[in-house]
């Protein structure tokens, strides 16, 4: 009697344990199942990111050879922003030191281009139809899930526009300098947020 009672406590207690183990596989199961989804969606937006950079490059690329640039010779030399974004972004920074930098650059930029705008211009409706998609182009940019994927609040400073001449073609001269800066600096940012999407920075 007392061995079949055993018996029966030896029996009742597997079962209890194995129930405890298919519990705890059925959640662990359902936690990496959980995960995957969020991997997939940072994935997909991190290639995102990589296109919409793309994109800016692409259009960065055609400023030079516009109205802010006509008449004006191309070895004129070129201005970039006071961001260390080359250093910044080194692969043995952290990202989140190199998304800062980039941020300020293109801070520098947005501030340049709508400072700009203002009289005098040689041709206002040509100017503002190259600058402006770039600008609204580079707004969203500054504050999209590419530059704060922690979604944290951008403590940038607020950064200070270039002052510009006093006549139309001294100011598109500064503005094609800084256009070609602009440029070489795009190729720069493109290159680190191919690296962060690529997600070698993580290894």
């Given amino acids: 009697m007392r061995r079949t009672r055993v018996d029966a406590d030896v029996a009742l207690f597997a079962v209890g344990f194995a129930s405890c183990v298919l519990l705890l596989l059925l959640t662990s ?17 991190s290639a995102d990111c990589s296109g919409i950079f793309g994109s800016l490059l692409q ?55 709508r400072s700009y705008l203002d009289p005098p211009l040689r041709s206002r409706q ?14 969203s940019l500054k504050k999209s899930y590419c530059l704060m994927p ?11 526009a270039p002052k510009w001449e006093n006549d139309s073609f001294s100011k598109r001269q500064k503005m094609c300098k800084m256009m070609r800066g602009f440029h070489v600096r795009t190729i720069t940012i493109n290159r680190a947020m191919g ?9």
């Fill in 29 to 45: 199961s359902g936690r990496a199942s959980a995960g995957l989804p969020v991997h997939a969606r940072r994935a997909a937006k």
């Fill in 126 to 139: 040509e100017e503002e139809a190259l600058l402006n998609p770039t600008l609204e182009m580079i707004q």
């Fill in 150 to 160: 922690n979604e944290e609040k951008d403590s940038l400073e607020k950064v200070a």
């Fill in 59 to 113: 259009t960065v690329r055609k400023l030079p050879g516009g109205v802010l640039c006509f008449n004006i010779a191309s070895d004129g030399g070129t201005m970039v922003g006071q961001a260390e974004t080359p250093l910044a972004c080194a692969p043995t920074q952290t990202q989140s030191e190199c998304l800062r930098n980039i941020r300020k650059d293109l801070a520098y930029y947005a501030a340049a281009f």
């Fill in 195 to 203: 690296y962060i999407s690529s997600g070698d920075h993580r290894k």
